[in-house]
T-cell receptor, first 118, second 115 residues
């Protein structure tokens, strides 16, 4: 079963508008971390934001915020005030922490291609 | 402040040849990871090192693949007897700067094309 599901292959947003990219996850581990990465056409994965399963508040980093709904197992990325430079692939990823050190591998979704329209 | 670097950025080879990629992590990071990304997919985990010890290996890492990190600094990923199905982007990441989150920071990748 897929552990990370991103149901939007592509999204369009008008410049300066906000956009939400969806991510749902599946795990039985009570301790996990959720990450969002941006991948421009150049190929490099750029870390955007992190949410821990025990964090009480939704994470925010500048124009990025994470809408974390634990009971629904969703971790949607919200980008406010979109810019042309935001056009890229966006990947949601999870690390299951387990008991003790847990695993260090990240499991990624298939990504969402965001296009910002001027 | 240098990030993760990878060399080469692009590699074209013929089926059956061996190839080797290099990754230099962020200097203070003790953990290093290799991922493979095929077209239209997210990255898939291959293997992970803590210092020089290889602690996790994916089932994707067949016996044609070998990774090393001999001195706990840079790492190499070798693919022997390449096949067309090995064509992909190979991404390296590092982490371990002492933060609780242990975020993985990625390099620019090596794009492999097997003809």
């Amino acid at each position: 079963a897929q552990k990370i599901t991103q149901t939007q292959p592509g999204m369009f947003v008008q410049e300066k508008e906000a956009v939400t990219l969806d991510c749902t996850y599946d795990t039985s581990d009570p301790s996990y971390g959720l990450f969002w990465y941006k991948q421009p056409s150049s190929g490099e994965m750029i870390f955007l934001i992190y949410q821990g399963s025990y964090d009480q508040q939704n994470a925010t980093e500048g124009r990025y915020s994470l809408n974390f709904q634990k009971a629904r197992k969703s971790a949607n990325l919200v980008i406010s005030a979109s810019q042309l430079g935001d056009s890229a692939m966006y990947f949601c990823a999870m690390r299951e922490l387990g008991s003790g050190a847990g695993s260090y591998q990240l499991t990624f979704g298939k990504g969402t291609k965001l296009s910002v329209i001027p | 402040d240098t990030g993760v670097s990878q060399d080469p950025r692009h590699k074209i080879t013929k089926r059956g040849q061996n190839v080797t990629f290099r990754c230099d992590p962020i200097s203070e990071h003790n953990r290093l990871y290799w991922y493979r990304q095929t077209l239209g997919q997210g990255p898939e985990f291959l293997t992970y090192f803590q210092n020089e010890a290889q602690l996790e290996k994916s089932r994707l890492l067949s016996d044609r693949f070998s990774a090393e990190r001999p001195k706990g600094s840079f790492s190499t990923l070798e693919i022997q007897r390449t096949e067309q199905g090995d064509s992909a982007m190979y991404l390296c990441a590092s982490s371990g700067g002492g933060t609780r989150v242990d975020t993985q920071y990625f390099g620019p990748g090596t794009r492999l094309t097997v003809l």
